[in-house]
């Protein structure tokens, strides 16, 4: 059964970047079947989608964080990830990683999320 | 850009009662790509419905999706103390790809 799981809380200082891996377990990244997304959601507020990668490497990102998002994925490890630069308090949330089954237009499976602060 | 309105923000109701949340689309969208979460504190949010009315595994059938075009909507039947919580209209559209609503809060009454 895949799971997936994504670090501990963390805390970035503004200007620097996020960094944030999901692993997953219980079946394989280079799947055909799935892509692979990150969401996220500030405190109390609602939730955002990041942006998405297949096992090939390609993406798919949100325009508003685009300039400032790269997601990669490493098969060799069955991990993809998300890094965020030039983070400011805005980008404080839970960033959750999920899977977007291939042919399909939701999210079934998400990790259960990792808060992280931005703050000096 | 596709944007989702959600109404009520909140829903009071009580344990029994019939609850009805709307989901509205900024233009018209195809039904198949319109999805329903849940999500309770402190929780990932769990898909509810997919293709506007299409229960996902496991969810009962206490949960129902229907509507087209741009008004969308999730029923509950009867609800139980476990279906307290908050709702999230998702499209998949042209760029960005997904977008989700601001929610449905459902409290007791």
């Known amino acids: 059964q895949l799971q997936l799981q994504e670090p501990g809380p963390g805390l970035v200082k503004p200007s620097e970047t996020l960094s944030l891996t999901c692993t997953v377990s219980g079946g394989s990244i280079s799947s055909s079947t799935y892509y692979w997304g990150w969401i996220r959601q500030p405190p109390g507020k609602g939730l955002e989608w990041i942006g998405s990668i297949y096992y090939s490497g390609s993406t798919y990102y949100n325009p508003s964080l685009e300039s400032r998002l790269t997601i990669s994925v490493d098969t060799s490890k069955n991990q993809f990830s998300l890094k965020l630069t030039s983070v400011t308090a805005a980008d404080t949330a839970v960033y959750y990683c999920?899977?977007?089954?291939?042919?399909?237009?939701?999210?079934?499976?998400w990790g259960r999320g990792t808060l992280v602060t931005v703050s000096s | 850009e596709i944007v989702l309105t959600q109404s009520p923000g909140t829903l009071s109701l009580s344990p029994g009662e019939r609850a009805t949340l709307s989901c509205r689309a900024s233009q018209s969208i195809s039904s198949s790509y319109l999805a329903w979460y849940q999500q309770k504190p402190g929780q990932a949010p769990r898909l509810l419905i997919y293709?506007?009315?299409s229960r996902a595994t496991g969810i009962p059938d206490r949960f129902s999706g229907s509507g087209s075009g741009t008004d969308f909507t999730l029923t509950i039947s009867r609800l139980e103390h476990e279906d307290f919580a908050i709702y999230y209209c998702?499209?998949?559209?042209?760029?960005?790809?997904?977008?989700f609503g601001p929610g449905t809060k459902v409290d007791i009454k």
């Open positions: 999920a899977l977007w089954p291939r042919g399909n237009w939701y999210f079934d499976l």
């Open positions: 998702q499209q998949y559209g042209s760029s960005p790809i997904f977008t």
């Open positions: 293709g506007a009315s």
